[in-house]
């Protein structure tokens, strides 16, 4: 059962909206057509606006309708009501489609538009934002994993195309059809990581780890703050860890769970070099300028990382989607500020719909 709201869009001449006389006509003609579309109509509320108009009604099915005009000649119409799972519902995108073009008519609309329904409420979520702060709608039918951990919400949702996938805060992180996410990262293929030593900053769906070891390393250590996205991820990501969460520690592997700068911190001051560290936390920030905590967060990170690598060491990490040039430049600034060199690379993330853009940061020039 959920809450649907359909939303039509309208352009008519800013006149229409501005002058006295034009407003009441085509207010009265958004009324009237509605009240033909939608038993026992009631307007409730009018109110004329200088930059515009507002209209609220009601039908007896429990519909809500508002009208709303703005002085550039912008028409919206939001229509909400609810719908149980298993009932048709008295409107669907189809039918609102037919509203629209009649409502257009009637109108003498410049041009509009219809947006499938938004649905809202319900046993779970189904909209997360791209990294541009786009809304994706996603075909998810189940909630497998839930919990509030100490330091974020876990959430794990079955996609009917992605597979089962982890959401952090309300933001899409992993999904079983993501391989080419972690094939990237480690850019498969073209580093060898046999023999080698590695540290993975984050990474607690296990998906990294469970690739590098296919690659025969020496050693690698998985430093994760939350136990619980562990736990949800070793219950219900099989196809993306494998059994490497099943046990913390392995003749080759070991999961700390913790502060990974407090780790990191400690290799520095004992000398220990390594020769990968992955960077899986927090994409690149989303700012104006690279100041504040998640920028501070993100220089810390970079800084400690290359004091614990070999001279011929790496720190590989991923960025923020390919359709944020700005954040990517000022991160490849930072960069510059550090004797480091780096290589980059974009694929697209089936489950972000989008282009991720990957850093291979090398510590000798």
């Not at 500020?337 to 990957?358: A, G, H, M, Q, R």
Request: hydrophobic residues 35%.
């Amino acid at each position: 059962m959920t809450v649907q709201t359909i939303l039509l869009d309208f352009r008519v001449s800013p006149t229409d909206v501005t002058d006295l006389g034009k407003k009441h006509f085509l207010k009265h003609n958004f009324v009237e057509t509605l009240k033909g579309h939608f038993e026992n109509f009631e307007t409730i509320k009018e109110i004329d606006q200088e930059d515009g108009f507002f209209i609220l009604c009601s039908g007896s099915q429990g519909n809500i309708i508002t009208v709303r005009g703005y002085v550039d000649g912008t028409v919206t119409v939001n229509i909400e009501f609810y719908k149980k799972d298993d009932e048709d519902g008295f409107l669907n995108y189809k039918t609102a489609q037919s509203l629209e073009k009649v409502l257009r008519k009637a109108t003498s609309s410049i041009r509009s538009y219809t947006l499938v329904p938004v649905k809202r409420g319900g046993p779970f979520e189904r909209y997360f934002p791209t990294a541009d702060e786009r809304l994706l709608e996603y075909d998810i039918d189940k909630l497998v994993y839930e919990v509030q951990s100490a330091y974020q919400k876990v959430q794990i949702f079955h996609s009917k195309s992605l597979g089962n996938m982890l959401v952090l805060d309300d933001n899409q992180n992993m999904s079983e059809a993501d391989l080419i996410y972690t094939e990237t990262l480690m850019q498969r293929g073209k580093e060898s990581y046999e023999g080698k030593e590695i540290v993975i900053l984050g990474g607690g769906d296990g998906g990294l780890l469970h690739e590098l070891l296919k690659e025969n390393p020496k050693h690698v250590a998985m430093l994760e703050l939350d136990e619980e996205v562990i736990n949800g991820c070793r219950q219900h990501m099989k196809k993306v860890c494998g059994d490497c969460l099943d046990k913390r520690k392995d003749h080759n592997y070991e999961i700390v769970i913790g502060d990974c700068f407090e780790t990191l911190k400690k290799m520095a001051a004992e000398n220990r070099k390594v020769d990968y560290v992955f960077g899986d936390l927090t994409e690149i920030p989303i700012s104006k300028e690279p100041h504040g905590n998640e920028w501070d967060f993100i220089r810390l990170i970079l800084k400690s990382s290359i004091k614990i690598l070999k001279p011929t060491g790496k720190f590989m990490t991923h960025g923020n989607s390919a359709a944020l040039p700005e954040a990517l430049k000022m991160y490849e600034e930072e960069l510059t500020k550090l004797s480091v060199t780096f290589t980059k690379k974009s694929v697209f993330i089936p489950s972000f719909y989008e282009d991720w853009v990957f850093y291979q940061i090398s510590v000798s020039s």
